[in-house]
């Protein structure tokens, strides 16, 4: 008989495999360590599992004791897998940017899931590292796993990822590639190879809004690095006592936009399902693309399944809301054709202030074009309107007429965006689009700026 003894046992020797299409324009080869074969779906597996391993030795952790981490989701999963096995409870901290997904899959295999705010420091107390030492300090019996700093998360990869590679590519690996959180997959990984061979090069991908790369450069933690962004599991506001700047050579920045677009290529064009980061990575190493030879082999590594990010990245709504998609928008039709289950709301001339502010709340729109007779006399938008209501309230009784705006352009179907643009200003917050046989529609600012963006 062939089996294994637990779940945890077929973690690991996960498959490269070579990129055929994407990498078309690289003199490389290039290789990706697809991670999602291990049973969480994630490289994550490997170091949870190690981490629970070593803290069991050390005897920070007792049979039956409560497992505590602040996680992005990965490293929960295969947190949750370690716990199930051996007999642990297991509460996961997540900040609320993290995927619906993630969340409920951590639920999923029985973890207990708290959500803490993104934008705060990471030492307010609602911060998900402080909220997760907080209850660490309070369950009896419970250990805090902190992968940021616990550098058993290094060791896995030392010990195990890093070996495989180098026993995969033959010994010939010239260049790893991969996305820096916690650090430890770089750090483990790039010791390891580089005490093969110390001519390999190990780039780490960072995002805009993170602290690594100008770090790395120039050995400043510039808090005006520090802003929000989308990019998933990689990039930090801390720096992680497993980042071990000295075995990565170069960091790459890559936007929240190209890392987006590359995930849902990698899917499409080369079949390999994977998340966000392994997006962000692809994208980053084509940026270095003038660092590799034809002699060169780079691995890539993809931390994750892109399961977890049908709702993100892989949704054409979420895309086009970020202005990620290109959909090479021409004229009026194009974009109007993009919110069809959006209807024109309007009020009558006659119709109360307060009737428009109720449509205007209830449907969540900033302006309302003003009809009389069916033609289009004016409109109201809020931040006048507010303005007025501000200064005398009973504004809110007046009918519309005597209060509204001159009425907005109207363009056909076929006006182009540069036409739209020139009409949209401070005064005027939107046009109409007249698609035909009495059928209109509204392009705000919102949705130009969505558009060109
Ligand atoms: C999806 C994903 N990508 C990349 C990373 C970064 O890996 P590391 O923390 O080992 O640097 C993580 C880690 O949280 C992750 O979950």
Redesign the pocket.
Known sequence: MEYFNNILETIGNTPLVKLNKITKGIKATVLAKVETTNPGN???DR?AVKMVDDAEKKGWIKPGGTVIEG?????GMGLALACIVKGYKLICVLNDKQSREKMDILRAVGAEVIVCPTNVEPTDPRSYYSVARRLATEIPNSWYVN?YDNLS?TAA?YEQTGPEIWKQTDGKITHFV??????????GIGKYLKEKNPAVKCFGIDTYGSVFKKYHETGIFDENEIYPYIT???GEDIL?K??DFSVIDLFEKVTDKDAAIMTRRLAREEGIFV????GAALAGLLQLADKFTEKDVVVVLF??HGS?YVGKMFNDEWMRERGFLQEGLKNALDIVSRYKNRTLVTCGSEELVSHAVAKMKSQNISQIPITKNGDFVGFVDDSRLYQQIIENASVMDTPLHKVMNEALPILGANASLEEISSKINRQTPAVIINLGENNYHIITRHDLVSALA
């Open positions: 994630s490289v994550k170091m996680t992005s989701g990965n490293t992968q998360n990869h991969v996305g820096v959180g916690t650090g430890g997959t770089i750090s998933e599991g990689i992680p497993n980042v998340g966000n980061s392994a931390h994750d977890r």
